[in-house]
């Protein structure tokens, strides 16, 4: 439990919400509900195990926090994620009515464990070793079979690995949804460039022969539409949206639009992840406190060429 006031409002509410759920108690001497709640709810803390943390403001010293939260009255609880309020409630409640509010909010202690395994497995990419990444992403799916990151990271790294029957097994049932989530459609999208080429009668072509064939007939579609997924298959993404691109341009309805949504798989692919936990954005809460001062950001390299081609379809297709 931490004592807030204006001056360590920002760093203890706002700054630590990026990380960790923050659960806000407007209180005051005078008031009783006030002095039931406070002592159940450090007990739930306590029982969270880290889950949360606890912080309260004394709303007649610190009016200004009560006045941009829109205190009425107290005890009133907020619950704040990424630096934001997310949820609260008013009055006396009890530790089960406390724990009920929370956990509609908090992620489980296997989703926690989840969440760890599937960092550690991020860091052991980042130091080349994909094979103990791809442990660690089996085990954080196992803990946790729901979560969509990590069967998303899991199925990846199987494809680039070679583990296509497992990726096209754990692929399968996000595929059967209505509607479907585009990134796992970029991921179907893929496998099936990679299977494509695998079986096809062009699995033995070099770049060059599918260059001299096409050099014959610029509309020859479907050897295009070859060559973009052989690229697909070795990774050159931007050299498949290169091609993708030429025959949209000449024929946007070929094939069903095959080689747009391609195109689109592809974007999604290329598209960096969202941060887990993000700051809040430069200026206001919701309350209206300002927390942070305005600062510059710069765009991604590889954003800023998902954003490129984003650019360079839409202007083909309008």
Known sequence: MIDVTLKNFETEVIAASATQPILIDFWAPWCGPCKSLGPVLEQVEEAYGGRFTLVKINSDEEQQLAGAFGIRS?????????????????????????????????????????????????????????????????????????????????IRLLMELGGLEEAESLLAPKLAEIPRKLRFDALA???????????????????????????????????????????????????????????????????????????????????????KAATAAPGKTTGGIEVLGKAAVQEDPQAALVSTYRRKLSMMLN
């Open 74 to 154: 107290i005890p009133t609880c907020i619950l704040m994620m990424n630096g934001k309020p997310v949820d609260g409630f008013t009055g006396v409640q009890s530790a089960t009515q406390i724990k009920a509010f929370l956990d509609k909010h908090l992620p489980s202690p296997g989703e926690l464990i989840a969440d760890a395994e599937s960092d550690e497995a991020q860091a052991l990419l980042e130091s080349g070793d994909p094979q103990a990444a791809l442990e660690k992403l089996a085990n954080a799916l196992a803990l946790d079979p729901a979560n969509d990151d990590t069967r998303y990271d899991y």
């Open 189 to 275: 999208q893929w496998l099936a460039a990679i299977q494509f080429i695998a079986t096809s009668a062009y699995r033995d072509w070099a770049i060059e022969q599918f260059d001299e064939k096409i050099a014959t007939n610029k509309r020859d579609f479907e050897v295009r539409f070859a060559k973009a997924r052989l690229l697909m298959a070795i990774n050159e993404w931007t050299a498949a949206l290169d091609e993708l691109l030429e025959i949209i341009m000449r024929d946007k309805k070929w094939a069903d639009e095959a080689p747009r949504k391609a195109f689109v798989a592809i974007l999604e692919l290329l598209t960096p992840p969202k941060p």
